[in-house]
């Protein structure tokens, strides 16, 4: 697809996981920092420190925020960060 770009993720694990292992990671995206998707990009959680968000749209700055996942539930968001795809 023309146009179509990927930018890839990467960050560390909580400093606290509440208790209970961290089972993996949601991955949210939006076009600014206060309208963040409610919906995760990926699929199933990922189980790593990285994730590639893909089909982007060149020219476009998007903001992304993580949630850590475990036995205790959903983490708050972090704090948001932001790619220009070039």
């Known amino acids: 697809m ?3 770009m990927k930018v890839t993720l990467s960050w560390s694990a909580p400093r606290s996981n509440g208790g209970s292992t961290i089972t993996g990671y949601w991955v949210y995206e939006g076009t600014s920092a206060v309208h963040i998707s409610a919906k995760p990009l990926n699929a199933t959680a990922v189980t790593s420190l990285t994730y590639t968000a893909r ?23 972090s704090l948001a960060v932001s790619a220009k795809v070039k």
């Open 2 to 4: 023309a146009g179509a």
């Open 55 to 77: 089909s982007l749209k060149k020219g476009t700055t998007y903001y992304f925020e993580i949630r850590a996942i475990n036995a205790a539930g959903i983490s708050p968001s």
